[in-house]
């Protein structure tokens, strides 16, 4: 009976550990990108202790708020690519109507958190907010790049 525990034992750490592993590196990678976000922005934007503890809240709220909006977005592409070709016009039309509604309540989201941002933070320091968020999406990319070239080599 205790050689069948241990070889089910076994074979259940075998098959679940390296799934296990992968949702581990991939928490880790997230909190690795969470932490240069956080540092760019601080960085370029400037923010003093004062402000960030104003700042930070609402930035995670906006982020949030994106993010359910984007994973809306994604859900909805992919359904209409694997129903695609089964489509008709008016479907077709109902989609695409869609995703500019999507990307109409994007905008309002900006709209909403530049103005929010303007409360917690001086004006030049929102402007400087929106470029540092481009510039930690060019250092993300320039790292995946970096990335798979060590893999593919």
Known sequence: MKKYSFSFLGFILFTFLPLFLKAQDFNQ????IEALKVSIITTKVGLTADE???????????????QRLMKERRQKIVQARMNADNLSDKEVEELIQNDFAIQQRELDIEKK??????KVIPLKKVAKLYMAEEQ??????????????QTTD
């Open 52 to 66: 960030g503890k104003i700042f930070w809240p609402v930035y995670n709220e906006y982020q949030a708020e994106k």
């Open 29 to 32: 990678r997230k909190a690795d």
């Open 136 to 149: 930690f999406k060019r250092e993300l990319l320039k790292r995946l790049r970096n990335q798979q070239g």
């Open 113 to 118: 958190y530049y103005d929010r941002f303007k």
